[in-house]
């Protein structure tokens, strides 16, 4: 694999379009003002719940909910089989069901959580960001990219973030609230419906790429919000999207990956859950002095304990852990900072760890920019020398703002 292949993301080829999907509205603004520099924020302010829906309920509970509602408990898988297994839109195409209680069950239990407010495509087609308002106002971004035999959908887990990255956008805009578990599923049941239907007008991604409707076959928690600071429902969606069908959208746990700043009580909690997701731990920096800056979070657990966490995930689950590191220029890119960060990596054990350099995606007003190319290329060369398996993230979707560090950058 090349520096430049990409990992779960990478460059665009063509100009961004913009289309709207719903009649044009104002854009409600941030629920509480922009964060003081290293202030954090774990607390999400109360807000009111969305509307309960099939995927904020396990098997048990969607039987009870149905029978609640005075109907018969088994309509519930039924209707677990038009969401997750069949993906229907339509309560006409839910025939199985009669029309006497089609529209109550469907009402009651399939509420529109996510209103289509903008949707912007890039790289030939192959990546599209979508703009979503939620119930309340609020907004979330979701992004879909294509590769040749694979499809992987970056999902929002929180309006905002209270983690306050300097170098993120969404960081810089604060945190709204917790997204529920249906509204985080909703985002990977609505992208394998645009997979499902063919609609997606893509040019041949690569030579053997396949032509016909692929699935959805990786969701990366990389999107608005820190997954971990939203535990429950962040883990409770990933049961949903990994759960045979029609309990959930039976997909592989392999194919998740938790990005995390580096909540490390959490992320051993997440060890013990029995999900073999893959974790990301956003490390950014080698060193305390300018993670504290970089990283907030580092204020609470250092880069020490946030590596060691990480490396105690991998000796619970097997599963390889991705380090992500944003190239930002004169900041963190320095060879001395590859050398420490290699040294670190190696000091837990060979084998468990790859790591991500990214070049920094532009955001509006950051004093901030990516590495120049040279210096990219000796950090890779000093990490691969110490013999830490390296690959660079691509930028796919940068100019559409929906790259790494982006989503809310236009939007809020």
């Not at 694979?150 to 945190?175: D, H, K, W, Y």
């Not at 880069?303 to 963190?332: H, K, P, Q, W």
Request: charged share 25%.
């Amino acid at each position: 694999m090349s520096d430049d292949e990409p990992a779960n993301g990478p460059t665009t080829t063509g100009p961004p379009t913009a289309t709207a999907t719903s009649a044009p509205v104002a854009l409600p603004a941030p629920s509480r003002g922009r964060p003081k520099p290293g202030e954090l924020n774990f607390t999400a302010p109360r807000a009111g719940k969305p509307p309960q829906h099939l995927a904020d309920l396990d098997p048990a509970g969607r039987k009870t909910a149905v029978e609640i509602l005075g109907h018969k408990g088994f309509r519930a898988k039924q209707l677990s089989t038009h969401y997750f297994e069949r993906l229907v839109e339509s309560p006409e195409q839910m025939t199985d069901l009669p029309k006497s209680i089609r529209d109550d069950l469907v009402s009651r239990l399939l509420p529109q959580l996510l209103t289509p407010i903008r949707t912007l495509t890039a790289d030939n087609g192959r990546t599209i960001k979508s703009v979503w308002r939620l119930h309340d106002g609020a907004l979330v971004e979701s992004v879909l990219m294509r590769y040749p035999r694979r499809v992987t959908i970056c999902v929002s887990s929180q309006a905002g973030c209270g983690m306050n990255c300097p170098f993120c956008a969404t960081g810089q805009e604060g945190l709204t609230r917790n997204m529920s578990t249906a509204e985080i599923v909703e985002q990977v049941v609505h992208a394998a419906r645009l997979l499902k239907r063919g609609t997606l007008d893509v040019d041949d991604i690569d030579a053997g790429a396949q032509s016909s409707p692929l699935r959805v076959s990786n969701v990366v928690f990389m999107g608005m919000g820190e997954a971990l600071a939203n535990y429950n429902a962040a883990i409770a969606a990933i049961r949903r999207i990994t759960e045979p069908s029609p309990d959930g959208l039976g997909m592989s746990a392999r194919g998740i990956t938790m990005s995390t700043v580096g909540l490390v009580p959490a992320i051993d909690k997440l060890a013990l859950e029995g999900i073999p997701v893959t974790l990301a731990l956003s490390l950014h920096a080698p060193d305390d002095k300018l993670r504290d800056e970089l990283v907030p979070i580092n204020t609470r657990w250092s880069v020490d304990e946030a590596i060691d966490a990480a490396y105690r995930y991998f000796e619970v689950t097997g599963r390889r852990v991705s380090i992500e590191y944003a190239l930002i220029r004169d900041m963190n890119d320095q060879g001395w900072r590859a050398d420490l960060l290699g040294t670190k990596l190696n000091a837990r054990g060979r084998g468990w760890v790859h790591v991500n350099p990214i070049p920094l995606n532009p955001t509006p007003g950051s004093r901030w920019t990516a590495s120049d190319p040279g210096v990219q290329r000796e950090f890779v060369r000093r990490l691969r020398g110490l013999g830490v398996p390296t690959t660079v993230r691509d930028t796919r979707g940068s100019d559409i703002d929906g790259a790494c560090g982006q989503l809310a950058a236009a939007t809020a």
